[in-house]
């Protein structure tokens, strides 16, 4: 049936970093680690969890050390293992541990084609905006088939989650920059059998 839904995922940002504080580009899976911000984030995400009564089946984390840590604390609230599965972020290539600014001042030619022309690598040891939400949507899609009837969480990098949102409701790939997803915030979507829905996005515990 149209409405017969396949799953439901909560899709949880991890918390803060020093690098995600300075709004620099970060694909590194060993740090950097979550800041005293990080934790509170996460903390007040665990608050809303168990306040809100969000059921899950299962609960996954993309393999950043910085996941990984907040996928921890998820899991004690429900007395549950988490997996680790592979959602990584975008493959930042050079401009990886740089910020925006940085790379306005040195490269401005590179960031107007980042953000104007998601299909093509930038820098050039990139991966493309639009390769990298196909390659999210590719493994959400998988893990909806492997959970039909399943309500689950999966702790994962903002980025990620924008790609979810792009794919869910799709957005043009050159848009993808104008979704803001926060550290330490909640979005969830509901698949369906021909169509997705998106319930809410970025919300963030007071």
């Known amino acids: 049936m149209y409405f017969d839904r396949k799953c439901k995922i909560t899709f949880i940002s991890h918390g803060a970093t020093i690098f995600?504080?300075?709004?620099r580009f970060s694909d590194k899976e060993t740090h950097?680690?979550?800041?005293?911000?990080g934790v509170e984030e996460i903390s007040k995400i665990c608050d809303y969890l168990k306040l809100r009564h969000v059921k899950n089946d299962r609960i996954y984390t993309s393999s950043a050390s910085r996941c990984i840590q907040s996928a921890k604390y998820i899991s004690k609230i429900y007395k549950?293992?988490?997996?680790?599965?592979?959602?990584?972020p975008r493959n930042c290539g050079s401009f990886s541990g740089l910020t925006f600014s940085q790379i306005e001042t040195k490269f401005p030619d590179k960031l107007e084609q980042f953000?104007?022309?998601?299909?093509i690598p930038t820098p050039d040891d990139a991966e493309s905006v639009s390769d990298f939400i196909k390659r999210v949507s590719k493994k959400i899609n998988q893990i909806v088939e492997d959970n039909t009837d399943n309500r689950i969480i999966i702790v994962?990098?903002?980025d990620v989650i924008k790609a979810a949102v792009c794919?869910?409701?799709?957005?043009?790939?050159k848009s993808f920059h104008r979704?803001?997803?926060?550290?330490?915030?909640a979005t969830q979507i509901s698949y369906f059998k021909s169509w997705k829905s998106l319930i809410y996005s970025d919300y963030t515990p007071l």
């Open 167 to 173: 794919d869910a409701i799709d957005i043009p790939h």
């Open 20 to 23: 995600s504080e300075e709004g």
């Open 115 to 119: 953000i104007l022309n998601p299909e």
């Open 32 to 37: 950097p680690q979550l800041d005293e911000n």
């Open 156 to 158: 994962t990098h903002p």
């Open 80 to 88: 549950k293992d988490f997996e680790i599965i592979d959602l990584k």
């Open 179 to 185: 979704i803001y997803i926060k550290t330490g915030s």
